[in-house]
């Protein structure tokens, strides 16, 4: 061969084969899809993201708050960015951060990270979680902050002596005495879920008391821990395995629903896993015997209905029905999948009740998860007082067959204290307090009155004709603010009535709504019961005096001049209403066949002639008070609706069939009739 043919052919096939060494070079250092997707599930057993995403920051950036007894910690970049993240980090770099607290830079990480649980991770799942994090995760440039940590505790090279102190990196060793489903959940547990960060009790230096169940020390592992005013309860054989992978894939189950950070643990974490590995680590913890002394609620008792006396003639019992009752009703058993059970609630009986009064004063939202993706809210009651609170408390953490202790106003006052909650703001409009009502000489026609409000339809069979009561306008019997309160409304009464085109008293005004929002029968006024409806409301009506300027009073306003959408009042229900009311509007039913929550439309509604039948005036209700249980607004978690859509669904459900009202050629005959009557 020629030299120039020899030059020809090096031209052609040098470059080639240069570009095949790089692919091959390539090839080996990018990891495949399969290793990429295998570490993505155990970032979810591990729960990256929760701690190392911000709120309504980007995924694994960092910069969330962590606040320890010894300062604020902030999580870092933990994204493939070469500048601000952990792009540069070698596989070694990254594996000693993992497993011994030692960033790619030398210093000392806080063991806030979990990297004593880390260190059990094998070194295959290892590689798959640094190969999703390199080259599954987005870049983000986002600078991580300095920590807070007070002094001495921001010497960082101190935490050299804690590691050598309190790190066993040992990787997690099999018992082969016990099955494959064992050893995979405690697998799970003391490694990437580190279960024991939050659930084992820790010591002076804040280590973890166990790592494990084994040794003398075994015992402690996941036997519960309170910190910053959380109770993380015992795990050790707490619930049957069917309901600990419920609670841990939904957020929920028959003991109740989770809270503070669980619920993140939860939506980031242990929904994602597969069913055999729930499964598995819901055998492990299952197997685990529960040491003495541990904080486990006592074996549950039969469920007992509460007594009337401990219901309505208590503070507690009266407190419970009227801040609590709506939601978790007054059996304490909830509503299905929308408000958890109080009865036979693990957390409600706990014998440290600090994550129950947490929750009581801030309020909380349920778990996210592709099983349960609507969230339902708590409301704060941090503006009911101590003393109100602990009485509540103490009802629910004692009734319903719940063996809890009593909580005291000085528990609430110390949790209130350590979460540094600023006083309440006086308010125009002042709640009126059930249980204030057992100080008046009239007590007893007190109650029933409230009773008869708030139960009308079961006291009262044969006046009511559909399935509400009053208290279905007149929420929490008439003490909630633009929820038709009958704060002052006796003042105003007798009245010229427009509607009726005369003057009509109170018991005019109640009888009414019997026959309009009730579609049933009036009640004789002479009659026990309505009296005993008018003096509740006297009771309510306090100081003010007719002309008086109520403040709370009716449901508010909305924009009358909107024009409503009917196609999107049709979305909204179905969005917002329908989980509650039924998406028929049925309403929502227990199994004896008593409503729950009321019908917005069929023969169990409200007729036509109700005020709640007109577009605009069920608009300014559903604007004021709805949706229940969707923020966490005192005193039912109402997330309000826009004008526009508070109108379009109104309209929507409004122009429903419904029952009739014969006596609606009656109405108005002095002229006057609102542009939205339904007649």
Known sequence: MKYPAVLRILRVHVPVLLMALAGAAQAATEPSADLVKRGEYLSHLGDCIACHTAADGKPMAGGLVLETPFGPLYSTNITPDPAT??????????????????AADGHNLYPAMPF?????????????LYAYMQHGVTPVVQANRPSGMKWPFNIRWGLKFWNALFLDNAIFKPDLSQSDAWNRGAYIAQSLGHCGSCHTPRGLAFQEKAMDQSGSSGQKY??????????????????TVPETVRFLKTGRNSFGAAAGSMTEVISHSTQ??????????AQYLKSLPTPAGADKPKAPAVYAQTSEADLY??????????????????????????FPTLAQNSSVQSKDPVSLIHIVLTGGNTATTQHSPRVFGMPEYSSLDDKEIAEILTFARTQWGNQGEPVTADDVRKVRDDLKLKPAQPTKFVTPRFAAMLDKPNADQLIRGMRLMVDTKALLPNNVGDGLNCG?????????????????LSAFFPSEAPRAGKVIDLADRFNGCFKRSMNGKPLPKDSPDMKAMIAYSDWMRGNFKKGDKVPGRGTGKVDEKLVANLENGKHVYGEQCAVCHGSDGEGLKHADGSFIFPP????????IGAGMARTYKAASFVKANMVIGHGNKFPLAQGNLSDQDAVDVSEYFTHMPRPDFPDKVKD?????KPADARY
């Open 222 to 239: 996941l036997s519960g821990f309170t910190v910053e005013n959380w109770h993380a309860v015992n795990l050790r054989d707490l619930w």
């Open 668 to 672: 108005w005959p002095k002229g006057g």
């Open 600 to 607: 917005l439309w069929g023969d169990q509604s409200f007729n």
């Open 313 to 338: 003639k208590t503070p507690g019992g009266l407190g419970y029905v009227q801040f609590c009752g709506t939601c978790h009703r007054r059996d304490g058993r909830g509503v299905g999948e929308i």
């Open 272 to 281: 994602h896993f597969t069913d055999a590995d729930l499964n598995a680590l």
């Open 472 to 488: 279905s306008c007149h929420l929490n019997g008439g003490t909630v603010a633009g929820g038709s309160p009958y704060v002052g």
């Open 116 to 128: 004593p649980s880390y260190a059990k991770t094998t070194d295959e799942d290892m590689k798959a």
């Open 85 to 102: 993240g952990i792009g540069n980090y070698t596989f070694e770099q990254f594996d000693r951060a993992m497993r011994k607290g030692v």
